[in-house]
């Protein structure tokens, strides 16, 4: 795969590691680094930024992950399964295994929200990294959201980076210490 790539038009890119949203403008030379999740890394004069699976064509690739396919429960709220399964699509920028495999998100949970009409369901989720001094948690953050966002019954989601408890290998599932060659 050649990862020289030249943009075909503007996209609106995630900032690594801060997290904003930044356009970057048609003609943008890049360098794709990591393909995971459906998004893109890519390195370009100016910095490092992730490209969602559904602006992939402006890389000359096939776009995705514009929608999720998943019925809602029987009240409208996400299927908790869907948002397992799109939270496994997140990756840090520099670790090929999922946040869920990393043992980085502890715990998710789906409240309805009350005071909008209709009712609408918001997801929670408290994760950490894989240490207190990593600057990628903003951009992690801004992908998992965005992600969970496309499931459908979800109106909004909290992404919340937590340092307690600290984060540590044994918290990698069986399936993310094969990946790394830590088994």
């Known amino acids: 795969m050649n990862r020289e790539r030249i943009l075909s038009r503007e996209v609106l890119a995630t900032q690594i590691p801060a997290g904003d ?15 995971l999740g459906g998004s893109y890394t ?20 096939q ?23 799109q939270l496994r ?3 840090d920028p520099e670790i090929p295994v999922n946040i869920v495999d990393l043992g980085l998100v502890y715990s998710m949970d789906v409240a309805k929200i009350e005071d909008q009409t209709p009712p609408g369901f918001r997801v929670n989720v408290a994760m950490t990294l894989t240490a207190p001094g990593c600057g990628m948690g903003p951009a992690i953050a801004e992908d998992a959201k965005s992600k969970i966002l496309l499931v459908p019954g979800v109106s909004d989601a909290d992404v919340r980076i937590t340092w307690e408890p600290p984060w540590n290998q044994q918290m990698i599932s069986e399936e993310g210490k094969m990946k790394l060659g830590l088994i």
């Open 63 to 85: 776009a995705t992950g514009t929608t999720v396919s998943a019925a809602t429960l029987a009240d409208g709220a996400p299927d908790p399964e869907a948002v397992w399964s």
């Open 42 to 61: 890519v390195q370009t004069d100016f910095g490092l930024f992730r490209i969602d699976g559904k602006d992939a064509d402006a890389l000359g690739e």
């Open 21 to 35: 949203k930044m356009t970057l403008r048609p003609e943008t030379k890049v360098f794709i680094h990591q393909t």
């Open 89 to 91: 699509q997140v990756f």
